[in-house]
């Protein structure tokens, strides 16, 4: 292991992500920070999965030196924090198998092999929210639209926070802008190598959350936060180039129609053929599929194009440009835990050329307002619109269980299913008001 140095920092808290994608964390003070580097520290493997399992109940906590940073913000008593994320291995010192930092390791690695090294890039929606009462997530910030100039800065004020707290973390922040809705936000930070990019993903969210709400307010990453509003979207950038210093974009060909190779045609053809079980690690909440909904503005077909923006699987970047070519997936949403997505990704990129799939034509028109007829004509079947299907879909697809390993995928779909399951003794508001006194 590579040394690294002290951190400039009173406490560091070792980051850890669970199989839900969430941050975990334990805190030791800076003075620990050498014999923990060397000697790592024992978890309980339930705090990963979710759930108790005697058989992965030590596991052991070993900080991945490059990724140290400090914290850009003190805490409230004036104390400085660093941040490193961990690796997580087994009693045997191997890396734990549902580990999702370990599972996306071993992704990349296959694709390496292959002679391909992927790129991810990330647009995360959110909410800029204040505090309404426990019946909702809150009231927007602003009343401001697609990428409006407000008057009112405060919510403002809190992207510039998180902005520049990022690129203090070693960001490059390229913008921020008010999205769709009322208060409803976007950041985005440069793409780089698949691990960079979720754990950046994860400090991203944290950092939002922090932020808002030194100012009063919540950043909420949720799906769908409030019902009368669009949704919180996941866009996914990927690409591949080859391992080689010169990066050789391997998704561009001037000769095609369309600026893609046949490589990148295999691939989307694959990320097609797999999208059941990807919306299974994209969108794996019950909240998720109150914005995966027909007729919303939301991609629910297993389509793609090159211009129409309201499809699920995009070709974007300028031809004239080769390392701009990209697939961008425009279904999944912030719940997803990115080490996952991505690593099923890969695996689906894989498969796709394996098999050498052959990839449709484009629907440059909205898939919703297709009659049944057409749909099938093209070939073009709905993405799950609710989580049990998504997860049988996840369970029963060979390729991506295979990437994510046994272990990870049945703690996604057991996770998922005891959520479905809890949502199903819930009464809501809604049922009071249609059925207490018509039934």
């Known amino acids: 292991m590579t040394a690294a ?263 989307l053809a694959g990320v097609l053929d797999h999208a059941p079980a990807l919306t299974g690690l994209g969108n794996p909440t019950v909240n998720s599929y109150k914005r995966l909904v027909p007729a919303s503005g939301t991609p629910v077909h297993r389509s793609w194009a090159r211009h129409n923006r309201s499809t699920a699987f995009k070709v974007v970047g300028n031809t004239d440009v080769p390392a701009s070519l990209r697939l961008e997936m425009r279904s999944p949403d912030p719940a997803a835990n990115p080490h996952l997505l991505f690593a099923g990704i890969l695996a689906a990129f894989a498969d796709g050329q394996d098999r050498a799939l052959k990839l449709p034509e484009p629907c440059e028109e909205p898939a919703d307002e297709l009659v049944p007829a057409d749909l099938a004509a093209r070939g073009i079947a709905p993405l799950p619109t609710d989580l049990p299907t998504a997860m049988r879909a996840l369970e029963e697809d060979g390729v991506i269980r295979a990437a994510l390993g046994g272990l990870a995928t049945d703690a996604v779909t057991r996770n998922s299913r005891a959520d479905w399951a809890s949502w199903h003794r819930v009464i809501t508001p809604w049922e009071i008001e249609r059925y207490a006194e018509t039934v």
């Open 5 to 267: 140095p002290a951190p400039e920092a009173d406490f560091v808290q070792l980051l850890f992500t669970d199989i839900a994608g969430r941050l975990k964390t334990l805190e030791i003070p800076a003075a620990r920070w050498a014999a923990v580097r060397d000697e790592g520290w024992t978890v309980d493997g339930s705090v990963l999965l979710g759930y108790g399992d005697p058989a992965h109940s030590d596991l052991r906590l070993v900080p991945d030196p490059g990724t140290l940073l400090d914290r850009p913000w003190l805490t409230a008593s004036g104390r400085r924090v660093a941040m490193v994320f961990c690796d997580v291995l087994d009693d045997r010192g191997r890396p734990f198998a549902a580990d999702p930092r370990a599972v996306l390791r071993r992704a990349v690695r296959a694709s390496e092999d292959r002679g391909q090294r992927p790129a991810f890039g990330v647009e995360a929606e959110f909410y800029l929210l204040r505090d309404a009462g426990p019946t909702t997530a809150g009231l927007p910030s602003d009343p401001g639209g697609y990428w409006d100039l407000g008057v009112d800065e405060e919510a403002d004020e809190v992207c510039r926070d998180i902005s520049e707290a990022l690129d203090l973390m070693g960001f490059t922040v390229t913008g921020h802008h008010h999205e769709v809705c009322a208060g409803q936000r976007e950041i985005v930070f440069q793409y780089g190598d698949a691990m960079d990019t979720a754990d950046r993903l994860l400090l991203l969210k944290h950092t939002a959350r922090v932020m808002a709400r030194r100012r009063g307010m919540t950043a909420v990453f949720m799906p769908k936060p409030l019902a009368h509003l669009y949704g919180n979207a996941l866009h996914v950038h990927a690409s591949l180039t080859t391992t080689g210093d010169d990066r050789t974009p391997l998704f561009h060909d001037a000769a095609d129609p369309h600026g893609m190779s046949a490589l990148f045609r295999g691939s």
